[in-house]
């Protein structure tokens, strides 16, 4: 055996068997034949995967994995690392896509055959797409997807890797010929020298040694690639990778970088200066004639986004890896949009060696005011009349640090509008974050306006996040209606158009919650009471659904089966929600389960068939604990199954719905189907355990089951509509609407 084969945890031998990880030490304990752990710790060992699956067939205790499983299982116990895998994974993909018969031609053969083929053919890829790979690596890390000509930016028509340095000198930024003069910009050098960008290409061909080991999961690759096209393998790889690490990534909603992408419109060059995963640059991606620019200052990110944006785009696309505030990759790109969800709250931003960066237009920002050095980093890259959207923490839009910045962005016309977001928008979810629309002046304006909204009404409840389509609604109605000639007609507690000079206070507070009126009541008190009829019946049905006296009993001594069992007997067919599909219905989300809300949610367009759902069957979510299964009703049937969500059809002949969704919700069966290894508690649906009942007594457990499903939903309603009461009785009081007595 290799010793850089794929290894598999005691858990990942648990999912392959679909048994309990109790199943699989007694094997280790019982078995003298048992694979020997190859890597990990005494206490959480690692096996070679090859030996486990082999042992596993001659056993008969092999499940039907499917193929996603098995080749996560290979991505995440990869020797050298699942960023490493996945990254090798992209490349081949990329080939698939680009050149599918030199992927046959490749992988005929030997294992070592493949591998030794492989780096010509990826390099025969990746050098139209990425640019030419040179020998001595340039300090700016900068790599062209299509090896398009562009004289706009940092490299060259060649679509080579530039070789000039990227750090932001006294002598490189960008100024608009028809600013005002900057007069808070400070021309004096440097007096530090930033450091270089990330020494080496974003994207390179792996070697023959370094494929070596990957060669099994580029097969499994290739063969899921084949069933979801490549596009849609590389996405769930990256989705499971991010599930798996939500400690690592600060992720940017696909609905909130829709918003984003929508609020710039459709541009031809968009750059992030701080791209992640590059949700906002793929929102942004709509045409073929496009340029996408993205930077990160983690390399592993870097190189997994331009391989993510090549995937789904035939723009041009750029990647490169680097600190941007120190070290610019693009000091010479004038974009027509920029797109930013920055780094929060950074001390070390490089507050020190930039204080005299000619970015600085609209004044030096303090060292706690990171977010205003990366506002003016995106006005400094964008073209004159160019649009920029950034994701803000609310407190710099009053930070008294910041309010010199603000006061001049306002007075020139730079920050077009602030819109609070509801909380649960993004990460961190507890707070309600703000979107900055930023313009790069042309001309000074005779007498600018600058657009205030808020739609944290639309939050949603619990962990259900916002009402997406409300806030988008709301958001661009505002927005297009303010970008228009003429007068803004002001929406009480939603949006106002204020003229700048209104702001320019002492404190220059640009929260929106603080300039709008106060929402007027829709027929005030007449509203607020048929909330309270509504309540009323409602809390009159909650008492007729309440639960009978409970009779008491000694525990059952049921005999019990799993889930895994059951599937494989037949019993149910297992399914586990996509990230794509074609069919453009609602989506049941996890959040709408947890919530016992309609479905909300949107999948995005691709080639991957979607899961729908059917009534009768039973929904639970894998992710966040607690003790949750719904059963799909008419209403909800036709709904497409979401991500983190594992449905359960059963066989009517041998299953109850209502039994199953029962069961499920035990508390100490949740217990020992749960892992916790990270912040995050995922459950192995496989390993839930039902008592084994004849039909007729799984009805009669059915309907109690169904009852109290009836009476939780009216408990929730109630509980809305009292909280819709309390608050709206508190506002009609406090503004006036609504008399004492």
């Known amino acids: 055996m290799r010793d850089n084969a794929t290894e598999v945890t005691a858990a990942g031998i648990a999912r392959l068997a679909g048994v309990g990880r109790a199943a699989v030490s007694n094997w280790r304990r019982r078995h003298a034949d048992f694979p020997r752990p190859v890597g990990g710790t005494e206490t959480s060992p690692s096996f070679a995967l090859a030996e486990v699956e082999s042992w596993l067939r001659k056993q ?86 299509s090896g398009a000509a562009d004289t706009s930016g940092p490299v060259g028509a060649s679509g080579a890797v530039n070789t000039s340095t990227a750090v932001n000198t006294s002598g490189t930024g960008h100024r608009a010929p028809g600013a005002a003069s900057p007069s808070a910009v400070n021309t004096r050098p440097a007096v530090n020298t930033p450091p270089p960008v990330h020494t080496g290409a974003v994207l390179r061909a792996p070697t023959a040694a370094e494929l070596l080991p990957s060669v099994p999961l580029l097969r499994g690759v290739a063969e899921l690639a084949a069933e979801l096209g490549a596009r849609q393998t590389f996405e769930f790889l990256l989705g499971r990778h991010l599930d798996a690490n939500p400690r690592q990534y600060t992720l940017t909603p696909a609905d909130l970088a829709g918003l984003m992408a929508d609020l710039v419109g459709p541009v031809r060059t968009v750059l992030d200066p701080a791209c992640g995963t590059g949700a906002l640059l793929k929102a942004a991606a709509t045409r073929p004639e496009q340029r996408l620019y993205a930077q990160d200052s983690a390399p592993e990110l870097a190189a997994l986004t331009t391989l993510r944006l090549a995937l789904h785009t035939w723009s041009t696309v750029r990647g490169a890896t680097g600190d941007t505030l120190r070290a610019d990759a693009y000091p010479q790109l004038h974009a027509d949009a920029v797109l930013c969800h920055p780094p929060f709250n950074e001390r070390n ?20 005011e990171s977010e205003l050095a990366w506002v003016q980093h995106a006005l400094a890259r964008l073209k004159d009349g160019g649009a920029g959207v950034l994701l803000m923490p609310p407190a710099a839009a009053s930070r008294r640090s910041g309010r010199r910045i603000r006061a001049d962005l306002l007075r020139r016309g730079a920050l077009r509008a602030v819109i609070a977001l509801p909380v649960g928008a993004a990460p961190p979810y507890n707070i309600p974050l703000h979107l900055w629309v930023l313009r790069r002046p042309e001309k000074a304006p005779a007498q600018p306006e600058v657009l205030l909204v808020d739609v944290g009404r639309y939050a949603g409840e619990g962990r259900g996040g916002p009402d997406w389509r409300a806030v988008r609604e709301a958001v661009l109605d505002a927005w297009q209606a303010f970008g228009r000639a ?38 005030g008190a007449e509203q607020l009471t048929a909330v309270r009829e509504r309540l009323g019946e409602t809390l009159r049905l909650t008492a007729d659904l309440t639960p009978p006296p409970a009779d008491s009993a000694r525990p059952a001594r049921w005999p019990l089966t799993t889930i895994g069992e059951l599937a494989r007997g037949g019993a149910l067919m297992l399914r586990t929600g996509g990230s794509g599909g074609h069919a453009r219905v609602p989506v049941l989300t996890d959040h ?30 894998v992710l966040g ?27 009517p002949a041998a299953l109850d719905p209502w039994f199953l969704a029962g069961f499920l919700r035990g508390t100490a069966n949740n217990r020992q189907a749960s892992s916790y290894a990270s912040t995050a508690t995922r459950l192995d649906v496989r390993r839930l355990q039902l008592p084994r009942l004849p039909l007729d007594e799984q009805r009669r ?40 007595g």
């Open 486 to 523: 003429g007068r803004f007609a002001e929406r009480p507690g939603l949006a106002r158009a204020l003229p700048v000079i209104d702001l320019l206070d002492d404190d220059v507070d640009l929260a929106p919650a603080r300039h709008l009126p106060p929402p007027t009541a829709a027929d």
């Open 701 to 740: 457990y059915g309907e109690r089951f169904r009852a109290l499903d009836e009476f939780e939903r009216a408990l929730r309603h109630a509980g809305r509509l009292g909280e819709q009461l309390v608050r709206g009785m508190y506002d009609g009081l406090t503004d006036g609407t609504v008399a004492p």
């Open 60 to 145: 008969g205790k092999l499940a039907e994995v499917p193929l996603r499983e098995r080749v996560w299982q290979q991505l995440s116990g990869h020797p050298e690392g699942p960023v490493t895998a996945l990254t090798h994974a992209g490349c081949v993909l990329l080939l698939i896509h680009d050149r599918p018969p030199v992927w046959l031609d490749v992988s005929a053969g030997s294992d070592e055959r493949l591998a030794s083929m492989l780096p010509g053919a990826l390099r025969d890829v990746l050098t139209p797409r990425f640019g030419k790979q040179p020998a001595a690596v340039d300090v700016s890390g900068v790599v062209d997807v």
């Open 625 to 651: 604990g607690g003790s949750v299964a719904r059963v799909i009703d008419e209403a909800t049937g036709g709904a497409a199954l979401g991500r983190n969500l594992v449905l359960l059809r059963p066989d």
């Open 349 to 368: 931003w490089g507050h020190d060696e930039l204080a005299y960066d000619p970015r600085w237009e609209y004044g030096f920002p303090a060292r706690n």
């Open 592 to 621: 709408d389960v947890l919530s016992g809300a309609a479905p909300s949610g949107t999948l995005p367009e691709s080639d991957e068939e979607a899961v729908l759902t059917e009534p009768g069957d039973v929904v639970v979510p």
